[in-house]
Nanobody, 118 residues
């Protein structure tokens, strides 16, 4: 059984930093593209950042320059370092894993709430 478990969300003030973690079980992480998505109330889920099996990364325009995604395949983990957080970053953040060789094998975590407010 595949599980993705996120942690690290919370309530922070604008300008703060936060680190999200996601640990996967039941998969070989190096065989998966892993990433973070977010969904704000009333909006569609959107990509924040992805890290490819070879270490390459993709960021949304809103994440570029403020967020950093990294992974540790030995720990089956992916991280999202977020800095200079803004109120518009408020959302539920979801961890995602997609098999590199079979995109139909896709898994989601349960989500972690990030709230940026003064």
């Amino acid at each position: 059984q595949v599980q993705l478990v996120e942690s690290g969300g919370g309530l922070v003030q604008p300008g703060s930093s936060l680190r999200l973690s996601c640990t996967a079980s039941g998969i070989i992480a190096s065989l998966y593209v892993m990433g973070w998505y977010r969904q704000a109330p009333g909006l569609q889920r959107e990509l924040v950042a992805r890290t490819l099996g070879n270490g390459g990364t993709i960021y949304s325009d809103s994440a570029k320059g403020r967020f950093t995604i990294s992974r540790d395949n030995a720990k089956s983990a992916v991280y999202l370092e977020m800095s200079n957080l803004k109120p518009e970053d408020t959302a539920v953040y979801y961890c995602n894993a997609v098999a590199i060789l079979d995109s139909s094998r896709q898994y989601w975590g349960q989500g972690t709430q990030v709230t940026v407010s003064s």
